[in-house]
């Protein structure tokens, strides 16, 4: 079975401060790993994505994760938030042919 | 592309009544997935196909759940009869082959009352 833990349900940050959401997956077979950013009303947006070779990964917006196999996690992380990063963000795996997903994380970015 | 289109954006409904979900997913796309989004449950995968044949309906609720895609281009979600605990929003993403980027529609937010 496998499964996505995404640690923390809320993170208050302010304007461009670091920020880091956590993630960590279980599964019995090798997976692919992705995340997700859903802003209100609307549906979700690939950040990034992990399925092989190096284990940090860009994407878009500034984003940034990292893929460590040992620890089974895969965090997001972003040097300098900004206010417009507020949305809700979402780790998923993929060992087989479907897709499961974390339970979120808000992200609220304060002035 | 114009991307997954899903119809209804919002429908209410009374419970009891039957509700007709519809995506279009992307052309060239092989696996179409629908997902439910609630506040207590997050989001959940509900059933997946992959060149139109189902693969995996074990996220179904219950039989008044139902999918189908009677093509590459379409698929339905039914709920017959709705309840108010269906109530959610309702995602329809697809895929160019599985394992790879899903990519979603902008949902349909199912009120039953």
């Known amino acids: 079975a496998q499964s996505v833990t995404q640690l923390d349900s809320q993170v208050p940050v302010f304007e461009e401060a670091p920020v880091e959401l956590r993630c960590n997956y279980s599964s019995s077979v090798s997976v692919y790993l992705f995340w997700y950013v859903q802003y209100p009303n609307q549906g979700l947006q690939l950040l990034l994505k992990?399925?092989?070779?190096?284990?940090l990964v860009k994407g878009i917006n500034g984003f940034e994760a990292e893929f460590n196999k040992s620890q089974t996690s895969f965090h997001l992380r972003k040097p300098s938030v900004h206010i417009s990063d507020t949305a809700e963000y979402f780790c998923a795996v993929s060992p087989n042919n479907d897709m499961r997903f974390g339970a979120g994380t808000r992200l609220t970015v304060k002035p | 592309d114009a991307g997954v289109i899903q119809s209804p954006r919002h429908e209410v409904t009374e419970m009891g009544q039957e509700v007709t979900l519809r995506c279009k997913p992307i052309?060239?796309?092989?696996?179409l997935f629908w997902y439910r989004q609630t506040m207590m449950r997050g989001l959940e995968l509900l059933i997946y196909f992959n060149n139109n044949v189902p693969i995996d309906d074990s996220g179904m609720p219950e039989d008044r759940f139902s999918a189908k895609m009677p093509n590459a281009s379409f698929s339905t979600l039914k709920i017959q009869p709705s309840e108010p605990r269906d109530s959610a929003v309702y995602f329809c993403?697809?895929?160019?082959?599985?394992?790879?980027?899903?990519?979603f529609g902008q949902g349909t937010r199912l009120t039953v009352v």
């Open positions: 052309s060239g796309h092989n696996s």
């Open positions: 993403a697809s895929s160019v082959q599985a394992r790879t980027e899903a990519f």
């Open positions: 992990y399925l092989s070779g190096s284990t």
